[in-house]
């Protein structure tokens, strides 16, 4: 290929310029931010944080909050204020309090994810499922592809955890019906089958045990799967298969008095029943 004289030079002597360019601004970026009073005294309360000084350091956020509302730092601030309260003070509606303070104030930073998470996490902590579905809710609206399925899922956990088993099973059945491929998938289809327990519909609940064993046998799950479908054919009086899918669990199953009280009470059946 014929080379056209004096080109190489000129796009090198470009990239030279735009090196130079990044650095200055890059310098200009850096000392503008190391001469923000905010981020001194963000730097400070952090400080006061990692000595677990924690009243102070909360003083010093709400300080930032009061005095650089419109810092970059502030909604860090005011997010670090909530952390406190609930990862260390452990005062959960204090931590709630500050996170609504943050969506208040600071409605589109990116902390209010964040924030959201908490508070979704605390909400199902203090069993107010109903508000913690609200928060995940508004999570997968405003939240990547990948946490949405995350999030749908714990809707499910809180449906099942407020003993409505049917609606747990309509969310799981649709967050697997639109994510096929999820990670999740194993949890889902454990989980679907649980539903069908809870509500004694030992046979779908059977069906469900089995196809979640046959598609993930070495899911770590796939013990308690064939301990709960060990339970539903002993409830259905099938003994036999019972005992045999207990026997064939008994040293892997984490609770293992269970397994063999289970074994015990089928063999004093079986043994009346002769």
């Known amino acids: ?88 003070l452990h005062d959960d509606n204090q931590a709630i309090k500050s996170y609504e303070v943050l969506m208040l104030m600071y409605p589109y930073s990116k902390e209010v ?70 990670e999740l998938a194993p949890k889902i289809h454990y989980q679907i089958a649980n539903t069908f327990y809870i509500e004694g519909k030992l046979k779908d609940a059977i069906k469900a045990y089995d196809n979640f064993i046959n598609n993930y046998p070495d899911d770590m799950l796939a013990i308690e799967a064939r301990f709960n479908k060990a339970v539903c054919l002993e409830e259905t009086d099938n003994l036999k298969d019972a005992l045999a899918l207990y026997r064939a669990v008994a040293d892997k199953y984490t609770n293992k008095d269970a397994v063999q009280e289970r074994i015990s009470g089928i063999e004093a059946r079986m043994r009346q029943g002769r």
């Not at 350091?57 to 810092?71: D, G, L």
């Open 1 to 88: 290929m014929r080379r056209i004289k004096g080109q190489g030079s000129r796009v090198k002597g470009q990239d030279y310029l735009f090196l130079a360019s990044y650095l200055l601004l890059l310098t200009v970026f850096l000392f503008s931010c190391s001469d923000d009073p905010a981020t001194h005294a963000y730097q400070k309360a952090d400080e006061l944080l990692s000595k677990g000084q924690y009243e102070k350091a909360i003083k010093a956020y709400k300080n930032i909050v009061e005095k650089y509302q419109e810092s970059i730092v502030a909604s860090q601030a005011q997010y670090k204020i909530g952390q406190i309260h609930q990862l260390y």
């Open 113 to 182: 994810i964040s924030a959201r998470k908490d508070m979704a996490e605390i909400y199902t902590r203090q069993g107010i499922y109903q508000k913690a579905i609200t928060e995940y809710q508004w999570l997968i609206r405003n939240s990547r592809s990948v946490e949405r399925e995350k999030f749908h899922y714990e809707i499910a956990m809180c449906y099942l955890k407020m003993s409505d088993a049917t609606q747990a099973r309509i969310e799981l059945q649709e967050l697997v019906k639109n994510s096929p491929s999820t």
